[in-house]
C-alpha cells in the first residue's frame, strides 16, 4: 500500500493581487474588459509574483505594501519597479468608478478651487500633466499637508515616498489605454476625469 504523498505547503506571499472593486466589463464603453484583462490579469499581476520572487528571504519580505514601497525605494532597482507597480496600480483601479466622473464634491471642490481656480482649470492642468509625462508613468492628484497638487511621475515613482497623500491617479503607460484609445492619451485622460474618477475614493483619501 503506497503512502499518500504530503501535499505541498502554502508559503504566504508579502504582496498579492488584489481582486478589482467591479467587474473587468463595468467600465466600459470607456475602458474595454479586453484592456482589464491585459492590464489587470497580465501586467499588473506580473508586477506581483516578480516582486514576491525578489523580496523573498530580505527584509522586505512581509511588510505591508505602502512601507515596502518607501522601503525599497532606498534601494531602487527590479525590487523598487515591481513593488512601486502594484501600489500603483492598485490605487489606478479604486481610483475609478461605474458612473464616476463629474464634479468633485465637498470637502474637495473647496480645496480644488482654492489650489487651481476652478475644477474645469483642475481638469485642464491634469489632462496638461498626464500628457506632459514623457513616456510611461502615471499622474495624480495629491494632497500636500492638505493642499491639492497635481504630480506625475515616471515608471514606478509614487509621491508616497515624497510624504504626499495620493487621492486619485490616472496611468498613462500604453497598456492603460492603447487598445481603446491608440495614440489618444489625451482622450483617455478626459474620459478619466470625466466619466471615471471616484470622487468618493478621493474624500476618502484626503480626510484619512
Known amino acids: 500500500m503506497s503512502q499518500a504523498q504530503p501535499k505541498p505547503q502554502e508559503t504566504a506571499m508579502t504582496f498579492t493581487l488584489p481582486a478589482l472593486p467591479y467587474d473587468k466589463a463595468a467600465l466600459e464603453p470607456h475602458i474595454s474588459a479586453k484592456t482589464m484583462e491585459f492590464h489587470y490579469g ?12 525578489l523580496v523573498k528571504g530580505t527584509p522586505l519580505e512581509g511588510l505591508p505594501l505602502e512601507k515596502a514601497v518607501v522601503e ?3 534601494q531602487g532597482g527590479a525590487v523598487f519597479n515591481n513593488i512601486g507597480q502594484i ?3 492598485n490605487l489606478f483601479w479604486k481610483s475609478m468608478t461605474p458612473n464616476g466622473g463629474g464634479q468633485a464634491p ?10 487651481f481656480g476652478s475644477f474645469d482649470k483642475f481638469k485642464e492642468q491634469f489632462i496638461a500633466g498626464g ?4 513616456g510611461s508613468g502615471w499622474v495624480w492628484l495629491v494632497s ?5 497638487e497635481i504630480v506625475k511621475t515616471a515608471n514606478a515613482e509614487t509621491p508616497l515616498t515624497d510624504g504626499k497623500t495620493p487621492l486619485l491617479v490616472c496611468d498613462v503607460w500604453e497598456h ?4 481603446d484609445y491608440q495614440n489618444r492619451r489625451a482622450d483617455f485622460l478626459t474620459v478619466f476625469i470625466e466619466k471615471l474618477a ?4 478621493a474624500v476618502e483619501n484626503y480626510k484619512a
Open 42 to 53: 497580465k501586467h499588473h499581476n506580473a508586477y506581483v509574483n516578480k516582486a514576491n520572487e
Open 131 to 134: 500628457m506632459g509625462q514623457f
Open 176 to 179: 492603460a489605454y492603447y487598445l
Open 198 to 201: 471616484n470622487w468618493k475614493f
Open 72 to 74: 525599497s525605494r532606498k
Open 87 to 89: 501600489y500603483n496600480h
Open 144 to 148: 500636500n499637508k492638505g493642499k491639492l
Open 106 to 115: 465637498a470637502p474637495l471642490a473647496e480645496k480644488i478651487n482654492e489650489a
